[in-house]
């Protein structure tokens, strides 16, 4: 890939990163902030939702944040845009779309369809 082309997905993914970042600061200071009682058991359990929700929210976060640091550290060791699978590069709009993606695009369809075949 390209230099121009590898900045351009460095600046797109840091981008994301960032975001991703303040909204997790987010999160964790609203579960943080100090709350009123509760004595109602309803809102309690509203309230129980809310945080399992939350949670639930960080996990796909923390794990898309995880993906999107990998992505950086192909970029930086020039492994960016090389399907996992076959080794062959990913095209460019695969990768626009989806810019932390490892697999070429029949690659992942092979993956969807062996998913599908174990009943995942
Ligand atoms: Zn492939």
Redesign the pocket.
């Known amino acids: 890939m390209k230099k121009k082309d590898l900045d351009y997905f460095k600046k797109l993914l840091n981008h994301q990163l960032e975001e991703l970042l303040s909204q997790a600061d987010d999160t964790v200071s609203g579960m943080t902030a100090p709350k009123e009682n509760f004595p109602d058991p309803t809102d309690r359990a509203s309230l129980e939702a809310d945080r399992n929700f939350t949670l639930r929210i960080r996990d796909r976060e923390r794990k898309l944040i995880g993906k999107i640091k990998d992505a950086l550290e192909r970029i930086d060791n020039g492994t960016y845009g090389i399907?996992e699978?076959?080794e062959?590069e990913i095209s460019e709009a695969r990768l626009k779309a989806r810019p932390i993606t490892t697999?070429?695009i029949?690659?992942k369809r092979e993956e969807e369809i062996a998913k599908k075949a174990r009943g995942l």
């Open positions: 399907c699978e076959c062959e697999l070429c029949e690659c």
